[in-house]
């Protein structure tokens, strides 16, 4: 019955196999063959994953968990009970809408990207890179275990790691791959401490364990997925057991703000642009980033046993959003400006999953994975018209030597005329990029909200959960969808609208269809992906009116139920209203600058000093390295200086100095002459001849 | 016919004697030639000690030994000898005090 979910292995094997082939005969093949081959891995995982998605949808209240084999037992010892590790699959409908989302858009983005790195010459690297990540990917959201989920955590994180400096060469890409990686160490830091506190007090560390043997509910755990009322019992009853609770589920989240971008981890993300475009739009917007929303809903029976934690969630999700939002209206590298709004929307799910509503969070997990791979890889497509204009025009100009470097990273209060990238060398893209422009315009439509797009149910829904919770949850919520509305729109009028603001921006083509496919698909899901989850005041004509919500339920439980106060229409209405004013707005008011600087002129902005705060991230990045950093190297050189040159080579030294002294007393009586040697020896004689004597006459 | 014998104590009163002037003459020469000759002469003494026991006890192993100290103090002369010669001629003299090359 169940036959693709008992040979569900076979997913992530897929992409295994993609990797293994071109990591190890990657250079000797052709190009186009690694590239179909690493495509074909991802779509052949996506089409199981297709078949897993309906047998789970014939009963989403079963969870089925596949053994693939045992890994280790750890004995029992100091009164914990023993420990059983297994290569275990999980396949509940948490996990299949994350397995089709992964898929999906990961085999779109390789279609994408045989066409986009084309002419790269890591090109078959990029593709192992990519298969490695959608392996480990795959691995993060149907690990059973906290442990396996771990061994993806990680994975997704040196793919990660590996394909922002894929173009290692370039130093700001070098560095922005160590800054992730190292960012991200320090929020797995948070995980391990939690696996290590689930089995010391729980003595488990699996999600769901069906085991009928298992039932016992001191030794069944606390990360099952159902709520176990015991445990609820005890948590309730013993504060200890409240605070080891709360203490794991901040060690967890810990670990989300570092992998999901938020406060205060979140510094990473926006660096990470410096991978090639299809990476960013992959890892670092439609999937690796969402797998800290993933793990709190997985985790979510946990995290609503303490209401502590679940605030700081939706505090922390909705202070992110709102940060992220306002650095987005003032970037100028149009990459930049999609990295914050990730980080802003990353914030919404939290916000979500910390008032409760996980399955909003996971649905807009859902609707932000198509938008925001369409803008990204839309924005990709732009790079690199713009890349090849900029080609054009130096290999005109025969400026021989000129470097092509992509000054990003940088910020410059006057455009590059050389950057790709910057959108103040854009506008009027429009007429030349007619697929890439309709299909942003849509994901633009779709991330600010505008009624009927996926982004507008999807965010909708968290709103309305926000609203239930909290008056100010909502307000900050409702603050951050104006922003998002009218710096989505001000980054679609500075690309594609106005009058051209360079000469490229005039030569720029449209690239092939393996570019314009998958964003067709993107922009498609974009517009239609949110009917899965209408609201039910809609919902009741249609067949399938909050269906997503109920399919999650069994596995990310079910919907807060919150007073707001206003009527779910009401709210529903303003959010509209919020969203198609403030596009509008933009658009309007970038209309009558011609996409040029709106309120600062060009010339003031050097000395407008909120305008410098927020384009330069608050400063944050600096006080990281000034905190961080630089205090890190401080107590460096105290230990180096102070404590190893003082302290650790004084006592070698010091056992030295001591051993000297002493040979140097000893050395006297070495004089080297034979008569001393020869009286030493009489003397030795005398003393046994003395003791000889003395032992026979039994003397004392 | 029995002839008064000289009692053992004067064979060893005089080998004691003859024992320490050797040790100290080894101790406060410096000639190395003096310093063989002293060791012979505590070899002697004890030589002397061996035949008086041998006599007293009325047993040959002792003579016996005896026989083996003179061969062997031969040798031990030869091969000293051959040292200082050597010496002599890396160094151009045999003064005990300037040969110290073994001090620490």
Request: hydrophobic residues 50%; proline residues 4%.
């Amino acid at each position: 019955m169940d036959f693709f979910i008992q040979n569900a292995w076979l997913i992530p094997l897929f992409p295994l196999i993609g990797f293994l082939i071109n990591g190890f005969f990657g250079s000797k093949l052709e190009k186009k063959v690694s590239g179909t081959i690493g495509t074909v891995a991802v779509f052949a995982a996506f089409a199981w994953a297709i078949g897993v998605f309906f047998e789970v949808q014939a009963d989403p209240t079963i969870h089925h968990t596949v053994l693939i084999a045992p890994w280790f037992t750890v004995p029992a010892a100091f009164g914990a009970p023993p420990l059983t590790i297994n290569w275990e699959l999980l396949i509940d409908p948490l996990s299949a809408l994350m397995l089709l989302i992964i898929t999906g858009i990961g085999g779109l983005i390789h279609l994408y990207s045989t066409s986009y790195m084309a002419e790269d010459k890591g090109y078959s690297r990029f593709f192992t890179y990519l298969n490695l990540f959608i392996f480990f990917m795959l691995l993060l959201v149907t690990g059973n275990n906290l442990l396996m989920m771990f061994v993806g955590w990680e994975g997704v994180g040196l793919c990660s790691y590996l394909l922002i400096g894929f173009w290692f060469e370039k130093k700001s890409a070098a560095d922005a791959a160590k800054k992730a990686f190292i960012v991200n160490r320090i929020g797995d830091v948070g995980v391990l401490i939690a696996m290590f506190m689930a089995y010391r007090y729980f003595g488990t560390l699996d999600f769901y364990n069906g085991d009928a043997t298992h039932n016992d509910p001191s030794t069944q755990g606390l990360l099952v997925q159902t709520v176990n009322p015991y445990l609820v019992h005890l948590v309730t009853s013993v504060p200890f057991n409240f605070a080891v609770v709360t203490l794991l589920t901040l060690m967890v989240f810990w670990g989300c703000t570092g992998k999901s971008a938020q406060i205060p981890l979140y510094t990473w993300l926006p660096d990470a642009m410096e991978g090639p475009t299809p990476v960013s739009a992959l890892i670092h917007a439609a999937t690796m980033v969402t797998a800290g929303v993933y793990l709190v809903s997985r985790m979510h029976s946990i995290f609503e046993l303490s209401p502590v934690t679940m605030n700081v969630v939706a505090i922390i999700g909705i202070s992110t959003a709102l940060f992220a939002a306002t650095i987005g209206l003032v970037q100028n590298d149009i990459k930049r400006v999609l990295a914050y709004s990730t980080v802003s929307q990353l914030g919404y799910m939290f916000a979500a999953c910390g008032v409760g509503a996980f399955s909003a969070g996971m649905f807009h997990v859902m609707t932000h994975a198509f938008f925001k791979a369409c803008l990204s890889l839309g924005s990709g497509a732009v790079i690199y018209a713009m890349e090849h204009s900029i080609h054009h025009r130096k290999e005109h100009e025969a400026a021989h030597g000129a470097s092509h470097d992509l000054n990003t990273g940088t910020v410059t209060a006057t455009a590059d005329p050389d950057d790709p990238q910057d959108m103040r060398n854009m506008g009027g893209l429009k007429s030349q990029l007619p697929i890439t422009h309709a299909t942003m315009l849509v994901s633009t439509f779709a991330i600010a909200g505008i009624p009927f797009f996926s982004g507008f149910f999807s965010k909708d829904e968290i709103l309305g959960d926000l609203a239930g919770r909290s008056t100010l949850l909502w307000l900050v919520g409702a603050l951050t969808a104006a922003l998002t509305g009218f710096y989505m729109m001000r980054l679609m009028y500075k690309t594609f609208y106005g009058s051209p603001k360079s000469e490229d921006a005039k030569h720029v083509h449209e690239a092939t269809p393996s570019v314009t496919v998958p964003l067709t698909i993107l922009g498609t899901l974009a517009v239609i992906g949110g009917y899965i989850g209408i609201p039910e005041m809609f919902g009741t004509a249609l067949p399938f009116g909050r269906s997503l919500s109920h399919f999650l339920i069994p596995a990310a439980g079910s919907p807060p139920v919150g007073h707001a106060f206003l009527s779910d229409f009401a709210l529903l209405a303003i959010s509209s209203i919020i969203a198609i004013t403030f596009v509008a707005f933009s658009y309007y008011s970038y209309k009558a600058k011609d996409g040029g600087d709106l309120y600062i002129p060009a010339a003031e902005k050097p000395k407008n000093f909120v305008y410098q705060l927020v384009l330069n991230k608050y400063y944050i990045d600096e006080v990281y390295n000034f905190v961080f950093v630089a205090g890190g190297k401080a107590i460096a050189t105290f230990l180096w200086k102070v404590f190893d040159v003082g302290f650790i080579d004084g006592i070698v030294n010091g056992v030295a100095s001591v051993s000297r002294g002493l040979g140097g007393l000893l050395r006297a009586t070495q004089t080297g002459y034979v008569r001393n040697y020869a009286f030493s020896l009489l003397l030795g004689v005398l003393i046994v001849v003395i003791a000889c004597i003395a032992g026979a006459h039994n003397l004392p | 016919m029995e002839v008064a014998a000289v009692p053992l104590n004067y064979y060893l009163i005089l080998s004691g004697i003859l024992f320490t002037i050797g040790v100290t003459g080894v101790l406060i020469k410096r000639n190395p030639i003096v310093i063989f000759m002293c060791i012979e002469l505590m070899l002697n003494a004890v030589n002397l000690t061996f035949v008086a026991f041998s006599r007293y006890h009325q047993d040959l192993s002792g003579q016996l030994i005896v026989i083996f100290v003179l061969a062997v103090a031969a040798a031990e002369v030869s091969v000293g000898l051959g040292i200082i010669v050597s010496i002599f001629r890396a160094r151009v003299s045999i003064n005990i005090d300037e040969m110290d090359v073994l001090r620490g």
